[in-house]
């Protein structure tokens, strides 16, 4: 990890990274001023401005002991103390869990920022519109086995969209059927429904010999796509599998 050994080199990895478990365990007596000093002492120190910024951004409680903060309030803890001493490696997992959405929003520029700088961030989310508004690579993982590894724009090309088109007229649903990347085709009078996976072209062409009133193309979103993946690798490995 960052070209050094996981086991022989494991306390220089860490000053470089900055780590979001889970289920985040805090010294529950401490306060968030008292815990984050001490983290900070671990370091070696930390940047008292950029500290002093990230805990504005979160709006995170200082002064009360943390056992007696909220869920949202803990999360606001652990994310400023993965953050705080700039690493150039962040792995979070499930890292807005508990926060409200104007900090998730936060949250996501925190990371545009980081990144911008070169850090880089593996983020672990249940929330599939999280990731490929953060993202620029995804995993999918279906029991231990990665499904996939794709950029995002690459998977957005291979998903399978949703098209609509209203025609002016009657027209035949085999011959467009039978075009490449189109299926489940249903005519409702003068409109037509379809999925289509790929390139567009053959189904705008074939459209175009019939005068169009309306076209749409539903974008394709992350959360049908990991259904997608998920169905992919049930049929492949079979009830026994699991």
Not at 55 to 79: A, C, H, M, W, Y
Not at 162 to 178: C, K, L, M, S
Not at 211 to 235: G, H, I, K, N
Request: negative net charge; contains cysteine; aromatic residues 8%.
């Amino acid at each position: 990890m960052l070209g050094l050994d996981s086991r022989r080199e494991a306390v220089a990895i860490k000053r470089r990274v900055g780590y979001v478990p889970g289920d985040p365990a805090l010294y529950e007596r401490l306060t968030a001023t008292q815990f984050l000093d001490w983290l900070g002492r671990m370091h070696g120190g930390v940047d008292a401005r950029w500290l002093e910024e990230l805990v504005e951004r979160f709006d995170v409680e200082l002064g009360r002991p943390i056992r007696t903060l909220s869920r949202g309030n803990r999360q606001k803890i652990t994310l400023v103390q993965a953050f705080m001493h700039r690493p150039e490696l962040l792995i979070l997992d499930e890292p807005t869990a508990g926060l409200d959405p104007l900090l998730q929003h936060e949250f996501g520029q925190l990371v545009h920022e980081v990144t911008a700088d070169g850090a880089t961030v593996f983020l672990s989310s249940h929330l599939l519109d999280e990731v490929q508004h953060l993202c620029d690579r995804v995993a999918i993982v279906r029991e231990g086995r990665l499904v996939t590894v794709e950029d995002v724009a690459t998977l957005r090309e291979r998903a399978v969209r949703e098209v609509t088109i209203r025609f002016d007229e009657v027209v035949d649903a085999a011959e467009f059927g039978a075009l490449p990347g189109v299926s489940n085709v249903e005519l409702e009078g003068f409109t037509l429904h379809c999925h289509l996976a790929g390139s567009a072209d053959a189904l705008v062409k074939q459209a175009a010999r019939h005068r169009v009133v309306d076209f749409t193309s539903a974008p394709p979103d992350l959360d049908d796509m990991f259904l997608r993946f998920y169905q992919t690798w049930e049929v492949g490995h079979g009830a026994a599998g699991r």
